[in-house]
């Protein structure tokens, strides 16, 4: 089913303690980028952080976890897990140069393990392998070099195994593989690495005799992974703007490793990418998927854009409605034989304009609200859209059908998050050159209260800001809202040079009172950036991963 490796996999400096700390009584797990398949992004179970002890007197950095290579996928947390000698606390950390770590979670220290996954005598690709005659992505700098694992893993607690995407090439082909792996030791599971490969009938771009196929080198493997009812979803966009490209949602059997679904959101157009900033796929609990496509055609008749077929963007498809392709769309999925079919959707009425002057749909990160009927998503343009998640609201040329629709001057690459207090809940957004907003959320009315949103006192940021949150249930005085920007970073696309990277803490009940700050103490400061990588809240610590090779551990002050 795959390649398989002849590399003998062996821990590195094994840690013998036996026992947890005697000061860390949680043993929470992080299995999934932002904490579960609904996406919003709350640990609810942190009995030791709270509004009263995370500031500069009690709170600060801890410990850093060093690695290879730069960051872009979420620390996963294993709580409780034999490892080594011992049972203890366990953090994952994936780089872009195919590297796993596995850290102990609540102590500085070797690595229990760690190991490269590139494929053998092969390398990571990386940004001199992508080039493009469009200005934008000449020379490419969403990644500062190497393009290895990129998508936040998934971590299947009972069986053991961490699932992740890794790419190689030898030059001149390129693989992507998914990998199955132990989580005690890193070593490869029976049939893992399984190579990446799909095709779908259609005439879209860059297809050939009338199949289009899979391409592994211009396909991005950007959003974190979903393990969704004994299946693993992995979702594709592409390396900046890089034609032919097609947004691809692959299932395989998290036992066997056997390809069980494919669907491809443009087969007879083009694009159609899956970014949301690298928030994981969201699910619900009857495995339905969710997720919102960027730049690409809507419905069947012409491609949106000047591609390789030589069409106009600015002809507007002649039958939008047909749910053959479906860029710049939200869209509920149900598995379906051996594709996904689309169960309902949404089409913002003005998805042309969005085409024609690349404010994608697809580039925000979205969520569930838990324990309702909603899912809320947001557009470049500056949009919100909460949508009924069974009746998405369709297309309609005279006007959106969605279930409530919020205006905003901003560009949306971010990523939100959710809590709910003992009286009111949230949804929590740090939109590009706007400060932090929360939007509380009507239960009765299924909507948000536009009129009344706090706004967090430190001003706009060039980028916005990635957002977890922390809680013990509902309990007053410990909700906290975790956002990371980066510093005095310019709005263009280009990522690098490295920007500094800040971590905040407020009050997750009014988001004016901000609780700490990692520059207020030059001791604090994470390093660089780590570009849409959201914080890790979990027995009573924060992880941080950075573009500094190193993930920044911060907790209480012993």
Known sequence: MGCKKKEKITPVN?????????????????????????????????????????????????????????????????????????????????????????????????????????????????????TSIVWWCNPYTDFRYNIGIVGTPVIDSAAQTMYFVARSTDGTTYYQYLHAVNISNGSERPGSPVKIDASVPGTGDGNINGIVHFNPKLNNQRQGLALVNGVVFISFSSHCDLNPYHGWILGYDAQTLQQRYVYNDTPTGENGGIWECGM?????????LYVTTGNGTVGQGNLFSESSNGTDENTPNPNPTDLTNRGESALKLTPSGNTLKIASYFTPANYLDLNINDLDYGVMGTLLIPNSNYYFTGCKDGNLYLLDKDNMGGYSPSGNLNKQTIPFSATMRCQPAYY????????????????????????????????????????????????????????????????????????????????????KAFDANDITKELWDSDRSSYDTPGNWAKFCSPTIANGKVYLATSSNQVVVYGLKK
């Open 14 to 130: 094994i840690i013998t303690t036996t026992v947890n700390d005697s000061t860390n009584v949680q043993h929470i797990s992080v299995l999934t980028q932002h904490n579960g398949n609904t996406r919003a992004g709350l640990n609810n179970e942190e009995t030791a952080l709270t509004t009263s002890n995370v500031n500069t007197a009690h709170f600060g950095k801890q410990f850093l976890m060093i690695t290879d290579d730069d960051i872009y996928a979420q620390p996963l947390i294993v709580g409780n897990l034999q490892i080594g000698s011992g049972v203890r606390n366990v953090a994952f950390i994936a780089t872009v140069n195919n590297t796993i770590y596995a850290y102990d979670a609540d102590e500085q220290g070797q690595p229990y393990w760690q190991h490269n996954y590139t494929e053998q005598g092969m390398r990571p690709p990386n940004t001199s392998d992508l």
């Open 280 to 288: 994981g796929i969201a699910a619900d609990d009857a495995g339905n």
């Open 420 to 503: 709910r207090g003992s009286t009111n809940e949230f949804v929590y957004l740090w939109p590009e050159n706007e400060p932090l907003h929360a939007f509380p959320f009507n239960r009765s009315s299924g909507t948000l209260s536009w009129g009344s949103i706090f706004t967090a006192t430190i001003g706009p940021q060039d980028f916005g800001g990635v957002i977890s949150v922390s809680s013990n249930a509902t309990k007053n005085g410990t909700g906290i809202v975790w956002a990371v920007y980066a510093e005095n970073r310019a709005a263009e696309i280009g990522y690098y040079p490295l920007y500094h990277g800040v971590l």
